[in-house]
Nanobody
Framework: QVQLVESGGGLVQSGGSLRLSCAAS????????MGWYRQVPGKQRELVAS???????NYVDSMKGRFTISRDNAKNTVYLQMNSLKPEDTAVYYC?????????WGQGTPVTVSS
């Protein structure tokens, strides 16, 4: 059974940092791209960052310089280091993994940044 389990979310003050983790398990085939998305109630889920098996990372412009995505292929785990957090970063953060033509999602971890 495929699982993506996120952890590391929580409440942090503006300017603070959090590190999200997402552990993938149960995949029959290799995972290609892993990524982080976020969603605010009433809005569409949006890409934060993604990373390929080879370590090539892609960021949304507004996250560049503040967020860093990394990946441990041996552990099938992707991380998101978030620094200089702002109240507008408050959202539920979802892990995403693509294996072949199938996309899988985690259950989400909430991040709240207080001003």
């Amino acid at each position: 059974q495929v699982q993506l389990v996120e952890s590391g979310g929580g409440l942090v003050q503006s300017g603070g940092s959090l590190r999200l983790s997402c552990a993938a398990s149960g995949f029959r085939f290799s995972i290609n791209v892993m990524g982080w998305y976020r969603q605010v109630p009433g809005k569409q889920r949006e890409l934060v960052a993604s990373i390929t098996t080879g370590g090539s990372a892609n960021y949304v412009d507004s996250m560049k310089g503040r967020f860093t995505i990394s990946r441990d292929n041996a552990k099938n785990t992707v991380y998101l280091q978030m620094n200089s957090l702002k109240p507008e970063d408050t959202a539920v953060y979802y892990c995403n993994a693509q294996s072949g033509k199938v996309v899988y999602w985690g259950q989400g971890t909430p991040v709240t940044v207080s001003s």
